[in-house]
């Protein structure tokens, strides 16, 4: 089992930038390729937020 820190830094979704719609798509392919593996989402513009 491994783990993947999948870290973001972006005010707007998936459905509004592509580069966030690209990091959907991997991290959607990464898990279904490797279901044990620990996805960890860090989200620095949220963190920003608080």
Known sequence: MSTLLY???HPHDD????S?????????E???A???DEVIN???????QK
């Not at 860090?42 to 920003?48: I, N």
């Open 7 to 9: 870290i973001t830094a």
């Open 15 to 18: 459905t509004h930038s592509f």
């Open 20 to 28: 966030m719609a690209a990091g959907k798509a991997f991290i959607s």
């Open 30 to 32: 990464y898990r279904e």
């Open 34 to 36: 490797n279901p044990n």
């Open 42 to 48: 860090l989200d620095l513009y949220k963190c920003q």
